[in-house]
């Protein structure tokens, strides 16, 4: 999925995001339970999806692939907060993320504006 997120038209990068959510939202390894080789594949996922999370979120073209990117970003946040596996998420991510959402925080519609600015103080507050 975090391959189509780059070539693909706006169409198809909305479905990827869209899958995304739902792949996320049924995530096991987003559950409580906590050993390391869980910690190492969900890192790994989470890297992967960071990295490629960043080409939608900074989408000049289409508000739409923006505003399913940053509900990716958002599920995210909330999941691996509430299992407490935050530390799966690298430094490197959270930095591509902030950037992202710092991108965000000026565009024309305020909802996502508001969101991203939200998602960014979350991303900021997490150890």
Same mark, same amino acid.
């Given at each position: 999925?975090?391959?189509?997120?780059?070539?693909?038209?706006?169409?198809?990068?909305?479905?990827?995001?869209?899958?995304?959510k739902?792949?996320?939202?049924?995530?096991?390894?987003?559950?409580?339970?906590?050993?390391? !080789?869980?910690?190492?594949? /969900? =890192?790994?996922?989470? #890297?992967?999806?960071?990295?490629? %999370?960043t080409?939608?979120?900074?989408?000049?073209?289409?508000?739409?692939?923006?505003?399913?990117?940053?509900?990716?970003?958002?599920?995210?946040?909330?999941?691996?907060?509430?299992?407490?596996?935050?530390?799966?998420?690298?430094?490197?991510?959270?930095? !591509?993320?902030?950037?992202? /959402? =710092?991108?965000?925080? #000026?565009?024309?519609?305020?909802? %996502?504006?508001?969101?991203?600015?939200?998602?960014?103080?979350?991303?900021q507050?997490?150890?």
């Amino acid at each position: 999925m975090c391959e189509r997120l780059k070539l693909s038209t706006w169409r198809v990068q909305v479905g990827v995001l869209q899958s995304m959510k739902t792949y996320f939202q049924r995530l096991l390894l987003l559950e409580k339970e906590k050993d390391n !080789q869980n910690f190492t594949a /969900l =890192s790994l996922i989470l #890297t992967e999806t960071c990295s490629a %999370l960043t080409h939608p979120l900074e989408n000049k073209s289409y508000s739409s692939v923006r505003t399913e990117a940053l509900s990716v970003v958002e599920l995210l946040v909330k999941r691996t907060g509430e299992s407490g596996q935050w530390e799966c998420v690298s430094g490197k991510s959270r930095e !591509q993320l902030q950037r992202s /959402l =710092s991108t965000l925080q #000026t565009d024309s519609r305020p909802d %996502l504006r508001d969101k991203a600015q939200e998602l960014r103080r979350n991303i900021q507050s997490q150890p």
